[in-house]
Each structure stands twice: as C-alpha cells, then as structure tokens.
C-alpha cells in the first residue's frame, strides 16, 4: 500500500512541476494570437513605459514607426498608394531605394474603379492590392482617396472616386474589405474636404454642416462603418479654421465620436502642424513631418516632432496627463494585432497572372463608350492610323505619390500592334509631356521630339492617306497641370494642341475613333468630329490590354461616368474666386475658400439648373441595347423608418452579351430647404445574354429619402410624395414609381 502511495504521490509531483513549468511557459495574453484582441491591446499597454508609448506616436523614417523591440512589438510599416504598391524607399527619401525585386502590378486608377460601377470589381481590386501589400510585408497601404470631385480641375481627382458620395460610398467599401482581407489596413483619404491641390497646405475649408454631411463626409463614413477601415488619413487643408490632421471637429467628434471610429488617424506626410492640438484633437500617429529646421535625414529629425520629444515633455512636467496617450497606443496596439501580429496572416501575392489579369479586367469594365456610330466595335478595320502622344507614353510612372514601378506597362498603340500587326501604323501629332521618370523610377522611354506642332500635324494629316481609319489617343498624362498631386489643372480643354489635331484629322473624312486618357473630365466641344468616343483613363500595367479589349469588342463596354463632363467650366457650380481657388482675406495668413455652392455639385447642380453637359454623370454606352421597365417600390417593413425594395425589369434588347448599370435616383417633395432634383441612392450593375431579361430589386431606406437638418443636426424627410426615378443615367430615367414619407 505504502508503494502505491509513494508511486502517487510521485506522480502527482511530477504533474505539479509540469504544470508550474507550462505555467511559467504561459505566454503573455498580448502575444497570445488566440486571446480576444481587447485583451492583448490592454494587456500590451500594461507592459509599455510612457517613452515606449511616445516613440509608437510618430515616424522613425519614411514610412514607419517604432515598435516595442522589448516586448517583441514590431514597427508599422506604411506604404503608398491607392492603385499599388510604391518601389522601397531608402529610410528617409521619398526617391527609390532601387531594389529590384519591388516591381508592382499597378491597378487601374480609382477614377476608373468607379467608372465600374461593380463593387465586386472593388472587392477584386481591393483584394489583389492588399494582397501585394501584404506580401512587401506592409502594414498600411495609404488608399483610397475618396475625395469628392468638385472641381474637374482637381490635381488628384484620378486617385478618387468621383462626384457622388454614394458611388464613391458604395465602391469604397467593397475594397477597405478586400484589402484588410489580407491583414493590411486600408488608410482612407484624404480626410476632409480636400478637393484640390492648390495650396492644399494652407486653404482653409468653410463648408457648411448639412454640404459635409450630405456630401464630402459620407464615402468617409461607409469607408469606416461598412467597410471597417483601419486607419484614416488626416489632409493638408483646413476645415473652418483647424488643421484637419489634428482637427477636433473631424476627427474627434465625428470620426471618432459619432461614427465610432477605433482605428488610427495618421497625419498626411507633413499634415501634424503643431505640438498641442495634435494631443487632443484625434490624431494618432504622425509622419512626414517638416522637423523644426532638422529637414530631411537628421539623425534626430524624428525626436523633434511634434508628438516625439514636445509630447514627452508635457508629459513629464506635468502639462498634459497620458489619457489621450493611452487611447492613441491602444488604437496602434489594435492595428499591430489587427496586421503584423493578427492570427493566420497568409503570405499574399505579388505579380502573379491574377493580379495582371484582375488589372485588366478592370481597366476594361471602366472603359466608357461616350459614342459610337458604329464604327465600334473594331471587326475589320483594315489599315489603322493611331495618332496621339497617350498612345505611345507610360502613364504608370508620374503624378505624384501614387506613382509606381512596374514591370511593364502595354501601351495602346502596343496592344492595338499586337491585335492588328502591320496593318497598324503611328503618328505622334502633338507633344504633350516629355518627362518619364519620378522619384528615381523611369519608364525607360524617350519621348523627346525636334518636329514642330505644325509638322506633327502634317505627319499625321499625310499619314491619314494611307489608313481606313484613324484612331486618336489623346487626353492628359498626370504632369504638372495635368491630373498630378500638387497642381491642379489651368483649363478643361485639352492641352497641347490637340483639338487643332483632331480637327486636322477630320478635315481629312476618314472614319475617326477617338480615346481621351485622362482622372477627370475634359470639355470635349470635338466631340462632333468623331465617330466614335471613349473615355479612357489611367489603366495601369494592362491599360492597353483593357482598352483593346473594348476597342475591338473583346468587352463589351459597360462604364459608366463617374462624374460630369460639362461643356465649359463656366457651366459649373463654382462661379467666384472664393468658392475656388479661394481668397487671401484681410488679416489672415491663409487661404479662405467658401463652399457657397452648398450641396449643387456635379449632376446636383446641373440637373437642377437645367444646364445641358456634353456628357452626364452615369452615362454610357454599350454594343447593345437595354430596356428597363416594371418599376415598382413596395415598403418592405411597416413604420416611418421602413425600408423600401425598388424592383424593376432590365432587359438585353441587342444581340450581343452585355452589362448594364441600372441606377435609382430619389427626386424629392417641396422640402424646408434646397435640394437637388434627384439624388443617386442606388445601383446595380447587370450582366445579362442578348434577348436575356431580369428582375433586380434594389434597396432603399428611409435615410435614402432624407436631407441633413443641420439646425437639428440630424437626418430628416419632409413628409410627402418621393419620386423613385430609374435608368441608364443622371439625366436618362425612363421609368418612375412614387412612396410616400409620412
Ligand atoms: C503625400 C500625399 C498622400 C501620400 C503621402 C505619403 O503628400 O498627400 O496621399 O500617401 O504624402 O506619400
């Protein structure tokens, strides 16, 4: 019996010291990749000094901050841009580092994402980018923009989503979700009211409440409550009298406050201007800073920012407390779990034959046909003259920060030679942009040229002989001036001459198809000279490849104008110089620009005012034909705040596969104030067979019906009859069916 005992008591001890040593083994709850991410962020705070925590708040370089090398905390690491991932950088230059195994699929730019109308294209597009992140091993990619387009002339309106925030909503959404898929954050920017590039960095916003809620805050909104973004990026300008990268109104009391925001607010590249708002007015982490005189590489450029050494100090004498400091490296702590230290982070991708063919999908499904006399889609076309600098020069490189390094990048002029071979002939016809380089990276070409504007006419003109048809490929080349970070445009006329060359070309009867490249609209009063029309755009590394695709009716066409294309920019809301560029006033040092147009932006505006467009926000064409009908809006629940399901009948009247963007605007009653006469409040994109047709419904809610009551400061519907309008475009709306708001 004794035995026994012994054996048992032996036994018992023997588990005891194992248990004791798993206990010792335990792991801290922070590094425990299974523990609820809550915990590990407190858990994590727990352990960090208040150093540590300052060092987590700004950038140690370029594109990264410190983490906590003690606790095996990794540093974040950030990464441009919206339409891929930007060549390594040295630790403090903006040029590359000149590696050579960071060459990146670039995506189509954003302005032709939501020329798709296709959240699944989103979703796609969000994917394959996050996944190249992912696989660079970055933790943030600084994208999307979703700025609204107020001005055709805005520099960056090609890295965002066009003039409606319920497209640019609707199709931010699907990519925030498909990037942080590959647990990498998405940084949505630029927030706010950031809707032009000259003097972004001091141009104070005066919007008024009920213009930024309806407008320039809800893609921002959907972006962070469906989408779940990440992260948020703070802008350059001002909004009513604050610096947006540490403005309370923003970024505490809505970003934060009212839309429950628990990600990090990151500073734009130099956006954090001082050392005391930064601490309580949202903003989390700083970067590109202009140090106090410590500029570029100085070794100790980074303990000089704002919320570096300045912070430590307030802390230290007592000044500020450490609860803002604490909620900062919590958020930062969440993004670290949320990213570098998730659970089951896979490896992603990069440059695979997905992410080249996802590229050129989308750079197809943007592609808009403004016109056709038929000469589209290209069958036979025989002898093909391309003229046009946009169809020889890469566009991938240049633009500002968005720019990227590929591989290659197919041309238009290389794809329509490789799709019709020697019955494919050039000329340039005018000289727009020369340069083929930025920030060290160039695209190899020489694109210098000795003939005069006059004898790149003639070539072309003489060229003309010779060809059955003449393709013109024409539009801007994000140069200076010219859709580029930094600058925004002088005209919306096409640069360099090139209405003389179209004309030219004209003169000339042969058959013309015309393609402007460009990430906003150009007046195009040519339009008439051409039998064709397509609205091309920046299209990345298979933009020639997606453009062929339509040209020659591979896709059948199925963009849709993210934005207006006005006849002249007087047509436009923005009639003063206070509206835009803005206004030095007496006694203040920065720019004062006045949203006066309120809510009439875009189609808002010249929908409302009657003013006819060259081409309306929505519009475009197909190889077919579609037929919408049977609209009916039934309230699918009981009750004033009820939901409402639009159904209707889309029908493929062609021969020939296609896809059409069904889109339901929302005209409402006599109202207490302003509005527009319709607003876009729903989509769908339908693929259907030739003769195939299809009942869709489509969602609205009662906040679909509503205007902000900024006196209020809330949503409301007068109460009334509403208008649901259905069809192909802001101003094509064949069929319509009433509700009523009690
Ligand atoms: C730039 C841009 C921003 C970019 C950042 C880092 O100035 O405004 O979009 O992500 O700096 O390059």
């Known amino acids: 019996m004794k035995k026994i005992l012994y054996v048992l008591a032996l036994v018992a001890a023997v588990c005891a010291c194992g248990k004791k040593k798993h206990a010792e083994r335990h792991i801290a709850t922070y590094l425990d990749l299974s523990a609820p991410i809550e915990e590990r962020v407190e858990d994590a705070l727990s352990r960090m000094t208040t150093e540590e925590k300052v060092k987590m708040l700004h950038a140690q370089s370029k594109f990264s901050s410190a983490g906590v090398e003690r606790l095996g905390i990794p540093e974040v690491w950030c990464t441009d841009g919206p339409h891929g991932i930007r060549p390594e950088v040295l630790w403090d230059e903006w040029n590359q580092a000149g590696w050579t195994n960071d060459s990146c699929t670039a995506y189509p730019a954003l302005t032709c994402l939501a020329a798709s109308w296709d959240r699944e294209m989103a979703e796609l597009y969000g994917n394959c980018i996050g996944e190249e992140a992912r696989y660079r091993k970055k933790d943030v990619l600084l994208g999307p923009g979703v700025n609204i387009c107020r001005t055709p002339l805005n520099g960056r309106n090609f890295e965002y989503m066009g003039e409606d925030p319920f497209l640019a909503g609707e199709m931010v959404v699907p990519y925030v979700k498909g990037v942080q898929e590959n647990g990498v954050a998405a940084c949505v920017k630029h927030f706010a009211v950031n809707n032009q590039e000259t003097k972004r960095h001091s141009t104070n916003s005066i919007v008024d409440d009920r213009t930024m809620y309806e407008i320039y805050l809800p893609a921002f909104k959907a972006a962070v409550q469906k989408g779940g973004a990440w992260a948020i990026m703070g802008s350059y300008n001002l909004y009513n009298g604050q610096y947006n990268c540490h403005n309370k109104k923003l970024l505490c009391d809505i970003l934060k406050d009212e839309w429950g925001f ?27 800073t202009w140090t106090n005189g410590l500029q570029g590489a100085a070794s100790n450029g980074y303990d000089a920012y704002h919320m570096a050494n ?28 949320r990213t570098s230290m998730a659970p089951e982070r896979h490896f992603g991708r990069f440059t695979c034959p997905e992410h080249y063919e996802a590229a050129r999908k989308i750079a197809a499904e943007g592609t808009v046909l403004l016109k056709n006399d038929g000469v589209l889609p290209l069958e036979n076309p025989g002898k093909i003259l391309v003229v046009g600098e946009n169809a020889i020069k890469k566009m991938v490189v240049g633009g500002g920060s968005s720019s990227l390094k590929t591989r290659y990048e197919v041309t238009p002029l290389e794809a329509l030679q490789e799709e019709f071979g020697e019955n494919v002939i050039y000329e340039r016809g005018y000289v727009g942009s020369t340069e083929t380089s930025y920030n060290n990276v160039s695209t190899g070409e020489n694109l210098e040229e000795t003939r005069s504007a006059e004898e790149l006419i003639a070539a072309a003109v003489a060229a003309a002989e010779q060809a059955d048809l003449i393709v013109f490929v024409g539009g801007l080349n994000k140069s200076k001036n010219q859709d580029n970070e930094g600058s925004d445009r002088l005209q919306l006329t096409l640069p360099y001459g090139q209405q003389e060359v179209i004309e030219a070309l004209a003169a000339t009867g ?38 062929a695709d339509v040209l020659t009716g591979r896709v059948n066409p199925s963009g849709r104008l993210p934005f207006t294309i006005p006849c002249s920019l007087e047509d436009g809301p923005l009639k003063t110089e206070r509206q835009y560029p803005g206004v030095i006033e007496e006694g203040k040092d920065k720019v004062q620009e006045y949203y006066d147009e309120g809510v009439f932006i875009g189609y808002r505006w010249y929908a409302t005012q009657g003013i006819a467009t060259q081409f309306p926000f929505g519009y475009g064409l ?8 049977n609209l009916k809006a ?16 889309v029908k493929n009247t062609g021969d020939r596969d296609g896809a059409e963007v069904v889109q339901v605007y929302v005209a409402p009653p006599e109202s207490p104030v302003a509005r527009p006469v319709r607003e876009l409040k729903g989509f769908a994109k339908v693929y259907l067979k030739a003769g195939e047709s299809r009942q869709i419904s489509i969602p609205l809610s009662y906040q679909d019906l509503c205007y902000f009551d900024a006196e209020a400061h809330k949503w409301t519907a007068a109460p009334g009859e509403y208008t649901i309008l259905a069809g192909d475009s802001s101003d094509h709306l064949p069929v319509s069916t009433t509700i009523k708001a009690v």
């Not at 956006?271 to 970067?287: A, H, K, S, V, Y």
Request: some cysteine; hydrophobic content about 35%.
């Open 622 to 629: 197909s190889y077919t034909t579609f037929e919408i009908s």
């Open 634 to 649: 039934t309230r699918s629940r009981v009750g004033r705040l009820g939901e409402f399901k639009v159904k209707l009948t």
């Open 262 to 288: 628990d990600g990090v607010v990151i500073s734009d590249w130099g956006g954090c201007r001082n050392d005391d708002e930064p601490i309580t007015n949202g903003l989390d982490m700083e970067f590109g």
């Open 310 to 337: 300045p912070y430590l100090e307030r802390i230290r004498d007592g000044r500020v407390g450490t609860t803002e400091l604490d909620d900062k490296v919590r958020r930062i702590l969440r993004l670290i779990f």
């Open 510 to 547: 042969k058959k013309i198809v015309a393609v402007n490249i460009s990430g906003s609209p150009v007046a195009m009063p040519w339009a008439d000279k051409v039998n064709a029309l397509v609205q091309g755009w920046y299209g990345g590394t298979e933009s020639g490849h997606g453009l």
